[in-house]
């Protein structure tokens, strides 16, 4: 056998049981030149992972199988080699005899090796895309504000990543709830791991199930024959965002509940539990308290995941954002489209500035975007952003370009009581928001700058403190404190 495998290989050696080279035989020596040995006294003799790179031959000795067929890549080349443990009477290892069964596998081999290269090249790209998609899109450098209230929504979300009880997320659509968990994502000590999302609202109630918790291998005959991942492995390590959260049934809340008080989940059609690691962070833009009372959301669910509410404020409350929010939207959607970025006039600016934005960011980005598509130049005035805004069904606001600020200021407030009807308020009610708005406008008109919008107003600083104060801006009586 020795002299067939020594007459039919390119080449072979032996080692001790101590890992030592202590025979070669005439084919092998042919390797030494590549190997950089220029006499066989220098290989021989010598430990072989000294004189072999990437050798397995010591593997082998520790323990004790042979590893029947392998690439071996070092300075002389690719081989495919072979190595066998040798064995004396009583059956300990005494040393390993290796074997290079073809010194040219990439000739030899040809269609093998192209294929395994080929298979090593598309997993690499497949897990690159994967850990691209999975990487989150946004950190906190991407929620633009510096209001009051922006930072100390982003001062919660930054102390809340570094904590690992769920995240609860409060507030309308479109203000920014799925931008956060995904900064909240990438500023935690999972962000090297996944981040995977589950909208309640956009999967039907029947199959949420199965998207959290995934199908056992033939749970069902068909389609999902062979199993699959459910939400909750795919997130393992990472964090698992559930957005809408108020849409879950009932009867996925019981099944959430359990999984996040056992720490296990239980794949549909399958009977044992598997352990999961995840962090939850919830959004909505449901009441869930009231949720709670009616009955439609349970209250241990609630309580379990709002370990850390955060209230995302309305773009109506943080109208000192509206400037910086115009100028980063612009820019993202002349980068996307490719267009020249959009300059608003500071009459169009005010006049974005004082709408009441029920969609939010998402509302004004759509109103941004509206005005890229439709105008020839990117210099936007009013009379083009009312224009838009009343074929976006918002309060028709018809500001001519050289209606003086206070006709403006009327018209704005006369176009929102108009557009709810249904919803009539008292002459107080309807005076106090007349007065919002015109003191919003006038601080989108001023840069924010509290003396000139008094001065715009015609009444005093303080005057204006007070209105703020009562309008319950906090914010503003820190400023005078
Ligand atoms: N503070 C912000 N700065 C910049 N873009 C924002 C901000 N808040 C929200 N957006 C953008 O507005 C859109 C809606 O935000 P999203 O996070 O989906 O809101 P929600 O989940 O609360 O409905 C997204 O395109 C998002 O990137
Ligand atoms: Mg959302």
Redesign the pocket.
Known sequence: MFELFANASEGMLLVDRDGRVVWINDQYRRFLPALGFEREEDFVGHPVSSVVQHTQMHQVLATGKPILIDLLTNRAGTFVVSRIPLRDGAGEVIGVLGIVLFDHPETTLQPLISKFARLEQDLSEARRELASQRRTKYTFA????SSTA?LEVKRQARRAAQSASPVLLL?E???????LAHAIHAASPRAGRPFVSVNMAAVPDTLLEAEFFGVAPGAYTGADKKGRDGKFKLADGGTLFLDELGDMPMSVQVKLLRALQEGEIEPLGSNKLVRFDVRVVA?TSRDLQQMVRDGSFREDLYYRLNVLPIR?PPLRERQDDIAL?IE??CEDIAARGGGAQLELTADAQALLAAQPWRGN??EL?NVLEQLALRSDTHHIAAAQVGAVLREAGLPALTLGTQAPPSAAMHMAAVGTVVDAPSAWRTLPEQIAELEQRAIAEALARTGGNRSAAAKLLGISRASLYDRLAAQGDVSEIQTVA
């Open positions: 991407s929620f633009v504000g922006a507030g659509t479109g203000t920014g709830k799925e931008l959004a995302v929010l980063a939207l960011i998402r980005r």
